[in-house]
């Protein structure tokens, strides 16, 4: 059972433009969420996190919105960059169970020149 | 956030082998974590290493298979015993602490049986 689901596969923006990156979870005990950035060869970097909270949390050009109701939350890059381009994972946490992260199958983001 | 290296970074390994990976990391910190990687699929979490005592094992994954060291605060290894071919993955440490649930992660080690 996936507990947290990233459905796009892929997105291709173009640069300058807004990446809207998506990502749904299944268990309620979930509380942290973050979004991870990672380049081929190299270990996934931390981008961004939010508790939950909070509904809204911003990073200079990351945001990440979430919305617990929908078991849903997104993550905005603006303006989009070609250094940009990554696959962007999505996980999940339940604070206190010994920090175990939920991750979900990853969006590979391409951002056009 | 710590810096984190792990040796290999890459390694081809033969069937019934065995490889053991190293995760450094330069300042003390509570949690280190190993994940997997398989290709084309996300990030599992294999175990807790725990220091001075038995890594946790999650669901799947067993002492025998993945034996895990963490003599101190900054320092684990990863075994993979008896290699078979469904083991090639990408092995990846994190570390975290208990003040927050991020976790930071190490390069990677990316492994080939053949």
């Known amino acids: 059972d996936q507990q947290v689901k990233q459905n796009s596969p892929s997105l291709s923006v173009q640069e300058g433009r807004i990446s809207i990156l998506n990502c749904d979870y299944t268990n309620s005990m979930f509380d942290y969420f973050l979004w991870y950035k990672k380049y081929p060869a190299e270990g996934p970097t931390f981008l961004i996190s939010?508790?939950?909270?909070?509904d809204k949390n911003e990073d200079g050009r990351f945001t990440v919105f979430l919305n617990k109701s929908a078991k849903h939350l997104s993550l905005h890059i603006v303006p989009s960059q070609p250094g940009d381009s990554a696959v962007y994972f999505c996980a999940a946490s339940v604070t206190g169970a010994n920090s175990k992260l939920t991750f979900g199958k990853g969006i590979t983001l391409s951002v056009r020149p | 956030s710590a810096v984190i290296s792990q040796k290999p970074s890459r390694d081809i390994c033969q069937r019934g082998t065995s490889l053991t990976i190293q995760c450094q990391v330069d300042?003390?910190?509570?949690?280190m974590f190993w994940y997997r990687q398989q290709p084309g699929q996300s990030l599992t979490l294999i175990a807790t290493?725990?220091?001075?005592?038995?890594?946790?094992?999650e669901s799947g994954f067993v002492i025998d298979k993945f034996p895990i060291s963490r003599p101190n605060l900054t320092f684990s290894t990863l075994t993979v015993s008896n290699m078979s071919p469904e083991d090639s993955s990408i092995y990846l440490c994190s570390v975290g602490t208990k003040y927050t649930d991020t976790q930071y992660f190490g390069p990677g080690t990316r492994l080939t049986v053949l």
């Open positions: 290493a725990n220091q001075g005592s038995e890594a946790t094992y």
């Open positions: 300042s003390q910190v509570t949690m």
């Open positions: 939010i508790s939950s909270i909070k």
